[in-house]
């Protein structure tokens, strides 16, 4: 088989730990092609069906990686209950509906109780559900409930600000449309103040989502 640069950085390995059947996928997009009314042997689509394949592996690797060994001990027990805020986590996701991108910023933040995790972790956890297909509502919940299955913390809130290119795109066409979507636990439900010393420290100085 003839060597290409798929200009990606999926190993044999890693492409294993996907669990995606690329021979299988490439067959598939192969035919989605003809059913499109191209021809996937002229030149230009010759790599196209295994190059695809492996771009799905890669954009929805979520459904194999396992919480525990992304956080793979990074949880320390400290006596530390301020808030904790890691804002503007840049994500890439595939909504289910049309399977066209959705992309934008999660927020997220904690009240710990007694256990804190490695700052690295969270947009590690957002990735996780992000390579998923998903709608933005369910990302949002799976990354707060994560977390508060990970520490046990007093309080979760995840926001997520994302542009639908299914709605840039095609139907309305709203360019500038972006959604809002946040998940609320403890602290963040049950205290006002709480939850408002979140929101605005997400608010400052953030620039208006664009692509
Ligand atoms: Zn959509």
Do not use: W
Not at 53 to 59: D, F, Q, S, T, V
Not at 146 to 152: F, K
Not at 166 to 176: A, E, I, L, Q
């Amino acid at each position: 088989m003839d060597r290409i640069d798929f200009d990606d950085e999926m190993d044999d390995v890693y492409i294993a730990n996907t669990g995606v059947d690329l021979t299988a996928t490439e067959a598939v997009v192969s035919e989605f092609l003809r059913t499109l009314g191209e021809k996937p042997e002229r030149e230009g689509l010759k790599n196209t069906p295994r190059r695809v394949a492996r771009m799905y592996a890669e954009l929805l690797s979520g459904y194999h990686t396992d919480p525990t060994k992304i956080v793979n001990g990074a949880v320390f027990n400290i006596n530390y209950d301020e808030m904790v805020i890691v804002r503007d986590i840049e994500f890439y996701s595939l909504c289910e509906h049309h399977l066209l991108p959705f992309l934008g910023r999660a927020h997220v933040a904690y009240m710990p109780a007694g256990k804190v995790i490695g700052l690295s972790k969270i947009p590690r956890i957002v990735d996780l559900f992000a390579r998923r297909l998903q709608v933005q509502e369910r990302m949002t919940r799976q990354i707060a409930n994560e977390l508060q299955e990970l520490l046990h913390p007093k309080g979760v809130a995840v926001v997520v600000e994302a542009l639908h290119l299914c709605m840039m795109m095609r139907g309305v066409r709203k360019h500038d449309a972006r959604m809002t979507t946040s998940a609320m636990h403890g602290a963040f439900r049950a205290n006002l103040a709480t939850r408002q010393e979140f929101l605005d420290n997400i608010g400052r100085g953030a620039e208006p989502l664009r692509i």
